[in-house]
Structures are given as structure tokens and as C-alpha cells.
């Protein structure tokens, strides 16, 4: 249940059907969210995927850590409260896009098991959950932006997968094995996912 301190509102309710939307679009909304380890490949994945929706003519956008770290969540950091708190407001837009008629492709850790189910809560059944599987080992030997290192030499504190936990989704939509796919094979797995479950 999502706590609302303000009273009296009324139920949402758009001039713009969800027909209408969908009609015009092609394909229903929804929020893809990946989690992962850092380095798992979120990102990229995520911007081949926006790439690819976008040239099909699909209504989609992107939402990682260098879009909302920097504005929407600028006065977060990586304790435990902060990516709670980071998760659920992303979730929250994510789910306006996906009302919106939009794909949202999110790229976030987003650790806690907890914080995606509320996540899953807020989009309802538009949200659909993508492991980027790949374990510690592999994340590390890439090292994309050096972060390993410096949560190893302590330079850097509560580092997912170092020494901040990081919670396997139970029952995710789809799991993408990193570790074993090229970004190529990777894309085209989502691509598909959302071929079945979102165009029209
Ligand atoms: S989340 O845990 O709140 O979902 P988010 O995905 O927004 O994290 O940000 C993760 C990115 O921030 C990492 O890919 C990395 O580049 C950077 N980062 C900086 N400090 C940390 C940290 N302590 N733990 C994890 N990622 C960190």
C-alpha cells in the first residue's frame, strides 16, 4: 500500500483512453526494468534496446543513473534508505510513462527485493521485471568504470557486490545472461520479450 499524506484526490482518470493510446502507438506501455550488478550491463542494453524501439516507431525512453542521479534524485546516495528511496520514485515516473503509453526501459540496480516489488506495485501489470544476469567475477573483470577497484581498495563504501548486498530477483520475467550473450544476442532477447508482450 503506498502511503498518501494528501487527502481527498480523486482516481485517475485520463481524457486520453488506453485504447486511444494504444491505437495510435502500436503497442501497449509498459516500464522494463532491469536490475542487476553494476557493470552487469544494464545500461547498455538498455540504450541498443531504445535504439531499436525507436527506429520500429515504438513511443520509448531510457531511465538510468546518468538522467536521474543528476536531477530527480540528485540529493541521493548509495545507503540502504537513499537507493530505497531512489527506486521509488524512479518507479513512480517509470509508472507515468507507462500509463502515458510509453516503453520505459529502466537501468538501476536496484538491489532490494523490496523496493522493485513496490516498484512492480506502482505500474501494476504494465511493469516487467529483466534480471541482467552476470555474477561478481565477470562484473569485476570488466571494471567498465573502475568502481571494483576502488570498492576493493575501500576507496569507495557500501558497493554493490562488495559490501553492500545485492538481492537475485525470485521470479523474474526474463533473465539475460550476460556472462554468456554477446550485447547483440542479448538485445535481441528483450526485443523479442517485447514483441510478445507489448506490440499490438
Ligand atoms: S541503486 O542501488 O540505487 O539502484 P543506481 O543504479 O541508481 O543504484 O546507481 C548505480 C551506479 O552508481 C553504479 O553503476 C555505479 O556507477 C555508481 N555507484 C557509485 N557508488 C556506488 C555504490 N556504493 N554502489 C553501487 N553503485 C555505485
Known amino acids: 500500500v503506498r502511503e498518501v499524506k494528501s ?25 522494463i526494468w532491469l536490475t542487476g550488478l553494476s557493470g552487469s550491463g544494464k545500461s547498455t542494453l538498455a540504450h541498443a534496446l531504445h ?28 545507503s540502504p ?6 527506486i521509488r520514485r524512479i518507479g513512480e515516473v517509470a509508472a507515468l510513462f507507462a500509463e502515458a503509453g510509453m516503453i520505459v526501459v529502466t537501468a538501476f540496480i536496484s ?28 562484473c569485476e573483470s570488466r571494471d567498465v568504470k573502475g568502481l571494483y577497484a576502488k570498492a576493493r581498495a575501500g576507496e569507495i563504501q557500501e558497493f554493490t557486490g562488495v559490501s553492500a548486498p545485492y538481492e537475485e530477483p525470485e521470479h523474474p520475467d526474463l533473465v539475460v545472461d550476460t556472462a554468456e550473450l554477446s550485447v547483440q544476442e542479448a538485445v535481441e532477447l528483450l526485443q523479442d520479450y517485447i514483441k510478445r508482450n507489448l506490440l499490438v
Open 111 to 138: 538491489p532490494y527485493a523490496e523496493d522493485r516489488k513496490r516498484a512492480r506495485t506502482a505500474a501494476g501489470d504494465k511493469f516487467h521485471t529483466v534480471y541482467v544476469k552476470a555474477d561478481v567475477t565477470t
Open 81 to 86: 534508505e537513499d537507493r530505497s528511496e531512489n
Open 51 to 78: 535504439e531499436r524501439l525507436f527506429a520500429k516507431g515504438c513511443q520509448v525512453t531510457v531511465l538510468d543513473g546518468d538522467n536521474v542521479r543528476r536531477g530527480l534524485c540528485s540529493d541521493l546516495g548509495f
Open 7 to 31: 487527502g481527498n484526490l480523486s482516481e485517475e482518470d485520463y481524457a486520453v483512453s488506453e485504447e486511444q493510446l494504444v491505437t495510435r502507438n502500436g503497442h501497449r506501455g509498459g516500464v
